[in-house]
């Protein structure tokens, strides 16, 4: 899984409806991100984190927020799903991009009606 | 803006046969990076390589090879006697600066292999 565990790895949610997709990591790596990837359009980032406590945006961050209180966890959280956050979702882990890839988490599909 | 062009949709070879999948970039910065990555259908997605600006080497890893072209803004892949595990979505991504992390992605490739 290289070294990011996303949970959960299905979710069905009705438009409305909040919850978090949450992100851990086990390689105390400083970077962490959220993509998103839909059909045709590539991956696309949400937010991202250079560190504990900071936190910045993607090109996709409406309705998504994010908090960086541990180096271990980055959860996203949809405040109130909409159909077109119908996704699949990876987390994402790594050090400077100068030094190697990031490595992407198994991903949580996610459906909302 | 950074952008990252995979003009090729869809891919289909033979077993053995050569392919290579192309990627066109955009970017304002002289220190930039390129990056593959797999994304088979168990839908997980593999680094495959990370190249910097500032390296126009060549480089290959048993089948695969990457040709990276600064002159036409150009990181092409070539598997080499293509394998039906080799079946995948190939993506291309560039990230702008040292310590930018951000990832912009190409659309992908479908690669399949036919036995």
């Known amino acids: 899984n290289a070294g990011v565990t996303q949970t959960p790895k299905f979710q069905v949610l009705k438009t409305g409806q909040s919850m978090t997709l949450q992100c851990a990591q086990d390689?105390?790596?400083?970077?962490m991100s959220w993509y998103r990837q839909d059909p045709g359009m590539g991956l696309r980032l949400i937010h991202y984190?250079?560190?504990?406590?900071?936190?910045d945006q993607g090109e996709v961050p409406n309705g998504y927020n994010v908090s960086r209180s541990t180096t271990e966890d980055f959860p996203l959280r949809l405040l109130s799903a909409a159909p077109s956050q119908t996704s699949v979702y990876f987390c994402?882990?790594?050090?400077?991009?100068?030094?190697?890839?990031?490595?992407f988490g198994p991903g949580t599909r996610l459906t909302v009606t | 803006a950074q952008k990252v062009t995979q003009a090729q949709t869809e891919i289909s070879v033979v077993e053995k046969e050569d392919v290579t999948l192309d990627c066109v970039y955009e970017?304002?910065?002289?220190?930039?990076?390129l990056f593959w990555y797999k994304q088979p259908p168990s839908g997980e997605l593999v680094f495959l390589i990370r190249?910097?600006?500032?390296?126009?080497q060549n480089e290959i890893s048993g089948r695969y090879s990457w040709n990276f072209q600064k002159s036409t803004s150009s990181f092409n892949f070539t598997i080499t006697a293509s394998q039906v595990v080799d079946s995948a979505v190939y993506f291309c991504a560039l990230s702008e600066n040292f310590g930018n992390e951000k990832l912009t992605f190409g659309t992908g490739t479908r690669l399949t292999i036919i036995p």
């Open positions: 390689m105390n790596h400083e970077y």
């Open positions: 970017t304002r910065d002289t220190t930039y990076y």
């Open positions: 984190s250079v560190g504990a406590g900071i936190t």
């Open positions: 994402v882990r790594g050090v400077r991009a100068i030094l190697r890839g990031q490595y």
């Open positions: 190249r910097n600006s500032f390296d126009e």
